[in-house]
Structure formats: C-alpha cells, structure tokens
C-alpha cells in the first residue's frame, strides 16, 4: 500500500473522462487499497481513481461515523441506473478542492451498478449522503466536479484562487 498525492483544482487530469475498468484483477485490486489509504488519510469520504492521476472508472468510499468502525467500499464502473425526480440539497466538499465547501442540488435518491472487487455486479439503491456522495464520484469518473453544479460566479471565485495558489507554488 501506498499514499498517493491528491491533484487540486486547476490541475486539467481532473477534467479527463476515465475509462472503465476492463478486468478487476490484482492492479486493479492495489490501486483501490492505495486509494482507501490515500483517501483515510487525508481525511475524506470519496475518492474516485482520477483524483490520483489514474483515468480509471474507480471509486472508493467511507461513510461510517468516526467513532464507528472502518466500513470501507469499493465501486467498480459504477453507473447510475435510476435517479428520483425528488431533489436534495447537500453541502459538498472535494479534496481536489481543499477547505471549500458548498450546496449542490442533486436527485435524493439513486439505484446504481458496479463491480465489485470479486468483478461481481451488483445494484444498490442510495439515498441521504450516500446518493449524494456516489453522485458526486461518479461526477469525477467524467471529469465533472461539484463546483460545476454552483452558479458561475462562485465557481469562477473559486477557481481563480486554486489558480492563484498554485501559480504561488511553482514560483
Ligand atoms: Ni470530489
């Protein structure tokens, strides 16, 4: 196991549609081990592969509360089969756009697929931070972040001062 760093806002690999999976073997298997572990770290709930530079339809995730157990959850190619008209509004948070937070709207209640580590597919139904959270990776899988979902005045605020920071930091 490794930890991997997290690309930020404005690094463009963000921006990339990731490919699917095309056999869960054991690379597939190490890199979602090295995005729990990359993902516990930083502290977060989500991680899709991209955020590590890697352009594969991959996510990992953590919803447990902190003084439960670890739960963690892999999800292959995971797709959304069917969204509810009903809309929620959750703050969201990314950690490729660090200590920024912000509600979106999005359908309060997903059914998606995925494979999981066995290469096995599975349908789950999702609702409250779980729908809002697999919404929000799978978003990433297509190079789509939740800051696309905000009006263009706070997203174009926001992206002038991660373009700003990391202008800073390669002088
Ligand atoms: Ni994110």
């Known amino acids: 196991m490794a930890l991997r760093d997290i690309l930020v806002i404005p690094d463009k690999r963000l921006r ?6 095309e056999a869960v073997d054991a690379q597939v298997r190490a890199l979602a081990e090295d995005m729990l572990e990359t993902m516990y770290d930083a ?6 592969a991209i955020q590590i530079g890697k352009p594969l339809r991959l996510v ?4 447990s509360k902190k003084e439960d157990e670890k739960a963690p959850q892999v999800f292959i190619n995971p797709e959304i089969t ?3 008209d009903e809309v929620n509004v959750h703050e969201e948070g990314c950690l490729s756009i660090p200590e920024y937070y912000e509600e979106v709207e999005r359908p309060s209640k997903v059914r ?3 494979l999981d580590l066995d290469g096995k597919l599975q349908e ?3 609702d409250g931070i779980f729908a809002t959270c697999i919404q929000h990776e799978i978003d990433h899988l297509n190079g789509v972040l939740f800051i696309d979902h905000i009006s263009k005045l706070k997203r174009d605020r926001v992206v002038k001062k991660y373009t700003k920071i990391a202008k800073q930091a390669a002088e």
């Open 112 to 114: 998606f697929s995925y």
């Open 60 to 63: 990992t995730m953590d919803l």
């Open 16 to 21: 990339i549609v990731s490919k699917p999976v």
């Open 82 to 84: 069917w969204s509810s």
């Open 124 to 126: 789950v139904e999702a």
């Open 43 to 48: 502290p977060g709930i989500g991680l899709a």
